[in-house]
């Protein structure tokens, strides 16, 4: 049971840092990006081909598994996921922003989600890779619960991200102007605020964020590429269940779906644990589908 | 008479280019000058002033300011014609503080010059700063046209443009605001603004230009205009909401 | 019949199955713009409720009600519905998307139903031995797959006659407002929600319709036949066919059907084996750009869209 709320803890935390940049871009962008998911897979594997090509010259840092070429890698791999990001928003939604019907971005995200997973699967393969082949002792920290020190720094870690980003959100121009530009992009622009440099910075910012998850993704568990595709409900459901647009609510959302996740396996088959967002979801859809915390774009029409 | 600020000629813009709301739309402001627009709901009053903001396209016709010609200005580039425009709803961002409008508002200055700005925004409308911490969507109506306007002269623009000032103000407070954009043209802002109340826009502004099917109609002088006959009979008896 | 023959045979079985699918997908989204990300899912509901009604009892089974294919089907259909109703209801008065993550959730949950409750589908092993309807009346498979290109054919027709009539009529043309114009459908005393529930049900339930006759066409069912790349096929079939145009969901079907199988071919043939799960990447990689280049350069679809509904998809 406490091991179980651990898990969840921890899962929590990655699910939360991937929704963080999917509740930005709803709430900014204004559309379901199917292809979010699909970064986090891409930035675990960008860390994991910057291992390969600079190979671990040093040493871990005790008592965590990885060392600096680790956390090198991830600063690279957050690069190289904004970039991603860029050249899709560039290359695929950019044309199709005008048109009428503003679902025709997330079929777009939905065809590309498609396109990043395989591309994936193309250069590094479909089996299960990892960051590093030194095993871990778990530390037991109470009866019945033992914890390694990897899953305790992928805490603390996001504990400071998130709020280094709730900092960010409230006290800068460039934040302010995203939450300008999430309640009234019109007034937004009336108000001098260049929509398209906010729009860039929102995918930057979603998308490094995507790229720690994957890279924490793939040291407390393993990398494959269909983290993305696994990860997407839940993302979904974090991000609605806190409310788009909702920062706070999405780290909210997932630690509960998270939670909701692990704690799952004690009740029901573990074999339908992928099959909790979506009873998340739907609950949510249907009792308050604006979310815990209502976000600036509520569900409701 | 002087050389025009704002000069719109043969405006044709809607929101697709395909489906114009208005067709060859013309007018000047000239510095310092109050002009309002009245005419029937769909004469496409707000789209012009929309497509002079560069919300709207405009597929033919030009609009130059201060001889300028600035036709399709991105929006948010306003503040750099000195132009600003206050929009008739949503004209604040409900989610963020009073103080949070402001600095949005600001966008276009430097920090320093935002926070003096800011400050002297406070000291015209005293009523702002109480609430400075508090959400804008806490405020009356009247209140938030004051935080819009305040907002739009933080980049002390030549030429303000509003969209309705007066709706859904009670009578009190459309006098208040109409005092107060009268003041603002005696310290050198040029005004254009729709109203649908066209008996207190005749009352207050230089020249009024009357628009019908997205057409000008007739203008001139307001005082002439309030005694002009089509006026009164069609605009001044049924004064009909605007869309 | 030579090998040929009876390849072409079995292909447009296959083929004309996915049309009706992508007929369903065209009513929600070419016609009343719903975006449905869990096609399969409904394909697979129709599919295993077919299965689980038509097949023999077995003692290790829930199932296997031996039931005539026809009930078999419309139970699968039925099935169907439910499920759509339960996306449906909770979805469709709120932001359009929401739709889409819903119904991307139902289809991996039917995938976690269908590998994980074995007493009622069998699990990773499926339900196998189905009868296939009118089989004993037949000397040889190859006449038997005649007769059944016939019988999906026959089904597929009546459909799309169904479809075409249906968009025609006046409950055609409030598709059409609750698409465009929706406060305009709202003041002519329809009710948007109320007409999306019941286009994105009527379009699952013919998605159901094709999992049944497919289950009766192949004889069992596993949760192979039903996995995730099936939603993206159909919508490349249904965005290449030209979306709001049925002959061409039909075109599309049969064209992306036709791509898909010679690219498998060509891989297989071309490719050495130890690149050929590589080759497979490379094949779906053609369908997700297939999707998107379309979507972006041709957006009436290769095949083309009829101008009445051409809108919403089309550039403003």
């Known amino acids: 049971m406490l091991q179980a709320i651990a898990d969840g803890i921890l899962s929590g935390s990655i699910i939360a840092l991937g929704a963080i940049g999917l509740t930005l871009t709803m709430g900014i962008l204004r559309f379901a990006n199917f292809a979010h998911a699909e970064l986090v897979t891409w930035g675990a594997y960008m860390a994991l081909g910057v291992l390969a090509l600079t190979g671990a010259f040093m040493g871990p840092l005790e008592p965590f598994s990885f060392g600096v070429p680790l956390i090198m890698a991830t600063l690279v791999a957050m690069v190289l996921t904004a970039a991603l990001a860029l050249a899709i928003d560039w290359l695929v939604y950019r044309p199709l922003r005008g048109r009428a019907n503003h679902l025709t971005l997330v079929f ?78 019109e007034l937004a622009r009336v108000n001098g605020i260049d929509t398209k440099v906010v729009v860039r910075w929102t995918w930057i910012i979603g998308a490094s964020l995507a790229a720690i998850s994957g890279v924490l993704y793939g040291l407390t568990v393993q990398l494959r590429p269909e983290i993305g595709f696994h990860l997407l409900l839940p993302l979904f459901a974090a991000a609605i269940l806190g409310g788009v647009g909702n920062v706070f609510g999405a780290v909210i959302g997932g630690l509960i779906v998270g939670l909701a996740e692990s704690l799952s396996v004690l009740v029901i088959p573990a074999g339908y644990k992928l099959a909790v967002p979506f009873m998340i979801l739907l609950l949510v859809l249907y009792i308050r589908p604006t979310g815990i915390f209502a976000g600036t774009v509520g569900g409701a029409k | 008479m002087t050389a025009p600020l704002l000069a719109v ?55 130059r300011l201060a001889g300028k010609e600035i036709t399709n200005l991105p929006t948010h580039r306003m503040a750099s014609v000195s132009m600003a425009y206050v929009p008739q709803v949503a004209n604040v961002f409900t989610t963020l503080t009073i103080n949070e409008n402001l600095k949005v508002g600001a966008t276009a200055l430097s920090k320093e010059d935002a926070a003096r700005r800011i400050e002297r925004g406070y000291e015209a409308f005293p009523d702002l700063k109480k609430f400075r911490h508090k959400k804008a969507g806490v405020l009356s109506g009247g209140q938030r046209q004051m935080l819009a306007v305040a907002r739009a002269l933080l980049t002390e623009p030549r030429l303000l443009m509003l969209d309705e000032p007066s709706a859904g103000l009670s009578p009190l407070m459309v006098s208040d605001v109409f005092q107060r954009l009268k003041a603002l043209v005696d310290t050198g802002v040029a005004i254009l603004m729709v109203e649908q109340n066209a008996k207190a826009a005749l009352a207050i502004s230089h020249r009024t230009y009357v628009f019908a099917e997205g057409r000008n109609r007739i203008d001139g002088p307001s005082q002439e205009m309030a005694s002009n006959e089509e006026v009164t009979s069609i605009y001044l008896g049924a004064g009909g909401r605007k869309r | 019949m030579t090998g040929f023959a009876a390849y072409l045979v079995f292909f447009l079985i296959v083929a004309l199955t996915y049309s009706i699918v992508v007929m369903g997908l065209n009513l ?98 499926g339900l196998v031995g189905l ?33 075409e009539t249906a968009v025609r009529s006046p409950w055609g043309r409030v598709l059409k407002a609750v698409r465009e114009d929706e406060t305009a459908a709202r003041s002519l005393g329809k009710n948007p929600a109320a007409i999306r529930l019941e286009v994105f049900v009527l379009g699952c339930v013919l998605m159901g319709l094709a999992g049944g006759l497919y289950v009766g066409f192949i004889g069992y069912v596993s949760p192979l036949d039903f996995l995730p790349i099936l939603t993206f096929q159909i919508w490349a079939m249904l965005i290449v066919g030209g979306s709001g145009n049925n002959l061409g969901a039909v075109t599309g079907a049969i064209g992306v059907w036709a791509l898909w199988a010679m690219s498998g071919l060509a891989i297989s043939r071309l490719l050495p084996v130890a690149y050929q799960s590589q080759g497979g990447a490379i094949q779906v990689i053609l369908i997700g750009l297939l999707i998107v280049v379309t979507l972006i350069f041709r957006p009436r679809g290769l095949i083309g869209e009829s101008d009445s509904v051409s809108k919403h998809t089309g550039a403003r």
Not at chain 1, 164 to 178: C, E, S
Not at chain 3, 77 to 87: G, N, S
Not at chain 3, 138 to 154: E, M, R, T
Request: charge should be neutral; glycine fraction near 14%; aromatic fraction near 10%.
């Open chain 2, 9 to 63: 000629d043969g405006v044709v813009a809607g929101y697709r280019p395909d489906l114009p709301i208005i067709h060859g739309i013309s007018l000047t402001v000239a510095p310092e000058e109050m002009v309002t627009i009245i005419g029937p709901n769909g004469a496409g009053k707000s789209t012009l002033i929309k497509a002079v903001a560069g919300i709207l396209p405009i597929s033919r016709g030009t609009v």
């Open chain 3, 28 to 125: 929600q989204w070419g016609y009343t713009g719903l975006f449905n990300a869990g096609v399969v899912g409904f394909f697979a509901i129709g599919a295993y409720g077919t299965a689980i009604l038509i097949g023999p009892d077995r003692a290790h089974l829930i199932g296997g009600f031996g039931l005539p294919f026809p009930v078999g089907v419309l139970g699968g259909m039925a099935l169907c519905a439910v499920a759509a109703l339960i996306v449906g209801m909770a979805t469709l008065r709120l932001r359009e998307e929401y739709l889409a993550i819903a119904t991307f959730g139902i289809a991996i949950s039917i995938q976690l139903v269908a590998l994980n409750f074995e007493s009622l589908t069998g699990g990773a092993q």
């Open chain 1, 108 to 185: 777009g995200s939905f065809g590309v989600s498609l396109l990043v997973r395989m591309i994936i699967l193309l250069i590094f393969g479909g089996g299960a890779q990892y960051y590093s082949n030194t095993l871990q002792i778990a530390i037991p920290v109470a009866p019945g619960l033992r914890i390694l020190p990897d899953q305790v720094f992928t805490l603390g870690l996001t504990a400071v991200i998130v709020v280094a980003l709730h900092l960010f959100l409230q006290k800068t121009r460039l934040g302010l102007a995203m939450r300008a530009l999430a309640e009234n992009p």
């Open chain 3, 131 to 163: 009868p296939r309807p009118l089989f004993g009346l037949f000397d040889s498979p190859a006449s038997y797959n005649l007769f059944y290109l016939g019988v999906v054919a026959a089904v597929a027709g009546l459909v799309f006659l169904a479809l």
